[in-house]
């Protein structure tokens, strides 16, 4: 252990998740010398976003890595169907995308990581520290210089022009630099599961009616997320018996794949909705779930996270390739950003109720519903708002002496 060990980068980006490495392989593609702290060995976990949309294909497309991303193992969905107390419809049409990519590709988070890392560690200014944590940031004069990191070979310091903070929604930097984020409403919690299947075996992406199951087809097994109310789960018998009862009357097909569920199957997901008011200060940025954790809601927190990567390397790239940022240049990201976050986390809010479902509901179909299925050019609309997203963000990486937009050829600068 070499305690008095100092790196420096042009930027340090702490967290390697989809927007720390996104971030990372960007900004090192622009030229910028960028080190990525991962707190992990791997990438791998479960139940995590695996929802890869229209607009993030067509960013892998311009990054030159769309045919090395569809060559993993993955599902596509081409439009969403809900069956709503026993009736079957379409809820959201990607066919007329203004995208390359018409569909949402559901893979395991760990292979789309691996991926960005895989292209991170072809570009010289990329380098990503696995088992490292990045502790609290280095502050100087009231401005951020960097961070202190643990490493298997003990703590050590970072120098840099920027500290960016991707660690998620219980960000450790976020918090030792004293930016508390403010708490929106959530009223829902999710179970995620895993249901065996038959690879021929069909079910809408969405079930309704008193409650909501969504259950995405990952080939041979289900996928399965089941709503209930915020800390109604208890983890024991009684909420188990209880929630079989509740997936089975809304499913009944899955009546006995879901009873034969053991509490460890289970992975409760507390969702939380927050975002923080100021994304940056000097010296130091949040992203992704750091500035704004997302409900699982529409699926969009990887989407969105991967979105901020995107724009802030747009913004910043060229700058860090030279100098700091002022905080002023730092803010034009959450300027950027905050509008598509704002609007996503109220439609998030808004959909908690009907999502949780209530027994006593009326039989009718809910009024929006209704207006989709009467006037089917209105699932384009929904599937333009999922599948492109409120403001997709394009790559535009400039090498040294560039200085207008355009997109870069893939590879080493
Ligand atoms: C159970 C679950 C299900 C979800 N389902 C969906 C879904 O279906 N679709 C969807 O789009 N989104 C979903 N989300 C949300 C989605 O996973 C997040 O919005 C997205 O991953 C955010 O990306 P991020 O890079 O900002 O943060 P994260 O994915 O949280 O990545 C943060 C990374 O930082 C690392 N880290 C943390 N602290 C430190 C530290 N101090 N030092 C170094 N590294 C650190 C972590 O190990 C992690 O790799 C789900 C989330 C959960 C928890």
């Given at each position: 252990?070499?305690?008095?060990?100092?790196?420096?980068?042009?930027?340090?980006?702490?967290?390697?998740?989809?927007?720390?490495?996104?971030?990372?392989?960007?900004?090192?593609?622009?030229?910028?010398?960028?080190?990525?702290?991962?707190?992990?060995?791997?990438?791998?976990?479960?139940?995590?976003?695996?929802?890869?949309?229209?607009?993030?294909?067509?960013?892998?497309?311009?990054?030159?890595?769309?045919?090395?991303?569809?060559?993993?193992?993955?599902?596509?969905?081409?439009?969403?169907?809900?069956?709503y107390?026993?009736?079957?419809?379409?809820?959201?049409?990607?066919?007329?995308?203004?995208?390359?990519?018409?569909?949402?590709?559901f893979?395991?988070?760990?292979?789309?990581?691996?991926?960005?890392?895989?292209?991170?560690?072809?570009?010289?200014?990329?380098?990503?520290?696995?088992?490292?944590?990045?502790?609290?940031?280095?502050?100087?004069?009231?401005?951020?210089?960097?961070?202190?990191?643990?490493?298997?070979?003990?703590?050590?310091?970072?120098?840099?022009?920027l500290?960016?903070?991707?660690?998620?929604?219980?960000?450790?930097?976020?918090?030792?630099?004293?930016?508390?984020?403010?708490?929106?409403?959530?009223?829902?919690?999710?179970?995620?599961?895993?249901?065996?299947?038959?690879?021929?075996?069909?079910?809408?992406?969405?079930?309704?009616?008193?409650?909501?199951?969504?259950?995405?087809?990952?080939?041979?097994?289900?996928?399965?997320?089941y709503?209930?109310?915020?800390?109604?789960?208890?983890?024991?018998?009684?909420?188990?018996?209880?929630?079989?009862?509740?997936?089975?009357?809304?499913?009944?097909?899955?009546?006995?794949?879901?009873?034969?569920?053991?509490?460890?199957?289970?992975?409760?997901?507390?969702?939380?909705?927050?975002?923080?008011?100021?994304?940056?200060?000097?010296?130091?940025?949040?992203?992704?779930?750091?500035?704004?954790?997302?409900?699982?809601?529409?699926?969009?927190?990887?989407?969105?996270?991967?979105?901020?990567?995107?724009?802030?390397?747009?913004?910043?790239?060229?700058?860090?390739?030279?100098?700091?940022?002022?905080?002023?240049?730092?803010?034009?990201?959450?300027?950027?950003?905050?509008?598509?976050?704002?609007?996503?986390?109220?439609v998030?809010?808004?959909?908690?109720?009907?999502?949780?479902?209530s027994?006593?509901?009326?039989?009718?179909?809910?009024?929006?519903?209704?207006?989709?299925?009467?006037?089917?050019?209105?699932?384009?609309?929904?599937?333009?708002?999922?599948?492109?997203?409120i403001r997709?963000?394009?790559?535009?990486?400039?090498?040294?002496?560039?200085?207008?937009?355009?997109?870069?050829?893939?590879?080493?600068?």
């Amino acid at each position: 252990m070499n305690e008095n060990r100092t790196e420096t980068a042009d930027c340090v980006v702490v967290g390697g998740g989809p927007a720390g490495l996104m971030l990372g392989l960007l900004l090192a593609r622009s030229g910028v010398d960028t080190l990525v702290l991962e707190k992990h060995a791997d990438f791998l976990r479960d139940f995590r976003g695996d929802t890869i949309h229209p607009s993030t294909q067509d960013a892998l497309a311009d990054l030159g890595l769309i045919d090395e991303f569809l060559a993993l193992p993955h599902t596509e969905m081409s439009h969403v169907t809900l069956r709503y107390r026993g009736r079957d419809m379409v809820l959201a049409d990607f066919s007329r995308l203004p995208t390359a990519r018409k569909t949402i590709a559901f893979m395991p988070q760990w292979d789309f990581l691996d991926l960005l890392a895989r292209a991170g560690e072809r570009e010289p200014g990329f380098r990503l520290l696995r088992r490292t944590r990045g502790a609290e940031p280095i502050v100087e004069d009231g401005r951020v210089v960097g961070v202190r990191a643990e490493g298997p070979e003990g703590a050590f310091d970072v120098r840099s022009r920027l500290v960016v903070a991707a660690d998620g929604r219980d960000s450790d930097v976020r918090a030792a630099a004293g930016m508390v984020p403010r708490k929106i409403a959530s009223a829902m919690d999710v179970l995620w599961f895993r249901l065996p299947k038959d690879p021929a075996e069909r079910q809408p992406f969405v079930h309704a009616g008193d409650g909501t199951l969504i259950v995405i087809d990952r080939g041979d097994f289900f996928q399965v997320a089941y709503v209930i109310p915020a800390g109604s789960w208890e983890g024991d018998a009684e909420s188990l018996a209880a929630m079989r009862t509740r997936v089975s009357s809304l499913v009944p097909e899955l009546n006995d794949r879901v009873h034969a569920l053991e509490l460890d199957d289970i992975k409760l997901l507390t969702v939380r909705l927050e975002r923080l008011r100021r994304w940056q200060r000097d010296g130091l940025l949040a992203v992704g779930d750091a500035a704004h954790a997302m409900s699982p809601a529409g699926g969009v927190g990887i989407n969105l996270a991967l979105q901020d990567a995107i724009a802030t390397a747009n913004i910043l790239g060229p700058i860090l390739r030279n100098r700091r940022p002022t905080e002023r240049e730092l803010r034009r990201v959450q300027r950027r950003r905050a509008l598509p976050t704002v609007i996503i986390q109220r439609v998030q809010r808004v959909l908690q109720d009907p999502l949780l479902g209530s027994a006593a509901a009326s039989p009718k179909l809910p009024l929006p519903i209704r207006a989709l299925q009467r006037i089917p050019f209105l699932r384009h609309v929904t599937g333009r708002v999922v599948g492109r997203g409120i403001r997709a963000e394009r790559v535009r990486i400039r090498t040294a002496g560039e200085t207008s937009a355009g997109l870069a050829a893939p590879g080493p600068q």
